[in-house]
Every structure is written in C-alpha cells, then in structure tokens.
C-alpha cells in the first residue's frame, strides 16, 4: 500500500464547522430528462438512492457539521439536490425560481422552510437556481449563468447581500450549474482557494478564475465526469466522489483531507455531493 503525504510545504489546514440542509431522496427517480445525465429510460433505484445519500449524511454528522432536514414531496424527485433550493447568506435565503416547469414547486417548499426555521426569505424575480450557481469565497459570490440561473439574478444578489458578484459563464452542457465545475475548498478565500474545470467556462471567465485563483486545483475530464467537482469543504475536509481519484490525490498534496463517498445512484439525476448539501450562513 502506497501513503500519500501532503506536501512539505502544503498549508496546515483548518476545518470550521458548517450548517447545512439536506433532504432524503425518499421520492428520487428520474421521470423527465432537463440536463445530459438523466435518462427516463433507464431504471433508478430510489432505495439506493437512499442508502448512499444517507452514508453522506453520517459523514457529514461523522464531521461535526449541524444538519438540518426538509421533508421531500412525492412528485418532485429532484428535491434531494437542496443546494437549488435557495442561497442563504447573513441570514437571508434568496429562493430559486427554477427554469424547468417540472422543479418549479421546489422553490416554494424551500422558502417555506426558510420562513418556518427563522430566515429571512427574499422572493426571486428572476430565474435561478440558488447554490447550484451560486458559491462564496471570501466576500465575493461567485454567480454562474449560461444554463440555468438568469444573469439578472446575479443583479439581485449584489443588491440583496451588498457584496461583490463576479459573472461566470458555463457552456458545456453537462456542467450546467455552477457547483458542477467549480468548488470551493477554503472559504476564506486566496489563490488557491479553489478548484474548478477549464473547459465548462468561457473565454472571458477563465480569465477571471485565472487572475483571481493562479494556484487552483484544475481537474482532469475523468474526475469531472463524475462530478468530482460537486463536493463540499469545511476548510479541511473536503467530501467528494470516491471515482474522483486524481481530485483527491491533488487534495491530499494542498493538505487537505479528502473523504470519498458514492452517490452514483443520484449521479443519474445529475447531481453529486455538493448539490445535496445547502449551506446555512446565519
């Protein structure tokens, strides 16, 4: 067996504790097809589903992360991806307002959460996507737009939060949120704050990722493939796809502690890690 060490001159690490919403996949299937990895054909099994999205909930508590639950609704099987749910920040949930008709009610539900456990809710007017496009590092908010979230919502982040939006614009269609191609690892921000994929961006915003984040990890087509991306990071831990070897193997190198877990089943829906887990920032 071969140990892999972080680099000698990796930074030590520091995790803080994080507070999330989840949402058990006890409706999931895949009944319409609205981005390239779902196919209605083919079966789906909503007890796996269940099974693996649980192994992520117990490490998450295994973490000492605070979970908070909302109950799914038959008929919206995609509600188990709860970071499309809304964007909460400095205690305000900003709803989604979801692009395809067959997501539309999951915005109501979780703004009705958000009202009932003492956040403020802000109603969208324009369509987005809440955390799947949305993502802070350090004091900026990171917007994605091209597939799904409305650029004008970026607009209504930047009035609502008073903090700096930067525009990112995907165009490959199947990394179509922003947290498919692009993941925070140190919230406190800096140049190697983060790890994203090249090719899901355009021109213009590869610039910008590679102005702001000189010393990001870049993933390899494999990793991203299987959303390696679509993890989540307390600063240390960082909970990713366990097929997304060469992610962890860079992960391990930066310093931080990778922990794989398998949600192929929810892979189906397209989504992974991070699109199940909606942070919570009071």
Not at 13 to 29: G, H, I
Not at 67 to 91: E, F, K, Q, T, W
Request: hydrophobic share 40%.
């Amino acid at each position: 067996m071969t140990l892999t060490h972080p680099s000698a001159s990796a930074p030590e690490r520091v995790a803080t504790t994080r507070t999330v919403l989840m949402c058990r996949p006890d409706f999931f299937t895949v009944s319409y097809r609205i981005n390239p990895w779902m196919n209605p054909q083919d079966p789906t099994d909503t007890g796996l589903a269940v099974r693996q999205w649980e192994t992520l909930y117990a490490k998450y508590l295994e973490l000492g992360f605070e979970v908070h639950l909302i109950d799914g609704v038959a008929g919206l099987p995609d509600m188990v991806y709860a970071a499309n749910g809304g964007y909460v920040l400095d205690g305000i949930a900003y709803g989604a307002k979801f692009q395809y008709p067959e997501r539309q009610p999951e915005g109501p539900a979780y703004m009705e959460w958000f009202a009932a456990n003492g956040f403020t809710v802000a109603e969208p007017v324009s369509t987005n996507e809440g955390e799947g496009d949305f993502l802070l590092v350090g004091d900026t908010i990171y917007a994605g737009t091209g597939f799904r979230s409305d650029a004008a919502s970026h607009d209504e982040l930047r009035k609502l939060y008073g903090r700096e939006v930067v525009t990112l614009t995907l165009v490959d269609p199947s990394f179509y949120h922003l947290d498919t191609a692009f993941a925070v690892l140190d919230s406190n921000g800096g140049p190697g704050s983060v790890a994203y994929l090249p090719k899901a961006f355009d021109d213009a915003s590869r610039a910008i990722l590679e102005d702001r984040f000189p010393d990001a990890i870049l993933v390899n087509d494999e990793d991203a493939a299987v959303l390696g991306l679509n993890s989540f990071s307390d600063g240390k831990n960082v909970v990713i796809a366990s097929r997304a070897t060469d992610f962890e193997r860079q992960l391990r190198e930066r310093g931080f502690t990778p922990h794989g877990v398998d949600l192929s089943e929810l892979l189906l829906g397209g989504g992974g890690v991070k699109c199940c887990t909606l942070e919570l920032r009071r």
